[in-house]
């Protein structure tokens, strides 16, 4: 597909063509408190990494910055297509304070949580199934290759062929915000921890006025 890809429409190399990749994680908490959480997922977090954490949806949803402190591979299990998955625990520490949010994040703890809160506001609770919230990071990538199509990018995330992402590249002095699909990736370099992968990105849904964009940053810069 990534072959098609780049038949479809001229790819031009470039240099010092920078972005980042929103990598976003549904995990299931553990327990949850106003200084971290503890969650289970099938992804293996780096620690030392900064994380956004999304804690409820919708309006009432709101983000807390926070950094991974341990990560744990603490079983495996079948999938639904019988394949063999990877379990981790893994505890985040909020970052800084939590005065603007610590009411928000009450009010979830209070519809989510199994203790009653106004009975013990301090230590660690677990929180009920289905309550949503998700995990994200950014990976910065550098852009190899670029066309109205795709691009192919060099970042430390191998990420699965077919997933899709929501991206960031800059272009210039504009920020090009779009939703990307991985149509290629392999691992040129690094270790399984920290990989140095090659990504080859199909972009999805360009709008016109992104589509302009991208145009007028091709045939400016790169023609």
Same mark, same amino acid.
């Given at each position: 597909m990534y072959d098609d890809q780049r038949r479809r429409s001229p790819r031009y190399e470039v240099h010092d063509l920078h972005g980042s990749l929103l990598f976003r994680l549904e995990v299931n908490v553990l327990n949850l408190s106003l200084a971290g959480a503890a969650v289970e997922t099938t992804r293996q977090l780096k620690p030392g990494k900064a994380y956004t954490i999304r804690i409820g949806g919708g309006d009432g949803g709101m983000d807390l910055d926070g950094t991974v402190k341990w990560c744990h591979l603490t079983k495996t299990r079948r999938g639904e297509n019988g394949e063999l998955v990877t379990?981790?625990? *893994?505890?985040? *520490?909020?970052?800084?304070?939590l005065t603007e949010k610590s009411h928000q994040l009450l009010a979830f703890m209070q519809d989510h949580v199994v203790l009653a809160l106004e009975k013990r506001i301090v230590g660690r609770f677990r929180v009920r199934a289905g309550a949503p919230i998700a995990v994200t990071t950014r990976y910065d990538f550098e852009v190899l290759k670029l066309s109205m199509t795709g691009m192919l990018v060099r970042t430390a995330l191998l990420a699965e062929v077919e997933s899709a992402f929501e991206m960031e590249l800059k272009l210039g002095d504009e920020l090009l915000e779009v939703a990307g699909r991985i149509a290629y990736a392999e691992k040129v370099g690094g270790t399984d921890d920290s990989p140095d992968a090659h990504l080859g990105v199909e972009f999805l849904e360009l709008d016109e006025g992104r589509r302009q964009m991208l145009k007028d940053f091709i045939s400016h810069e790169l023609t």
């Open positions: 379990v981790y625990n *893994a505890g985040l *520490a909020f970052d800084g304070t």
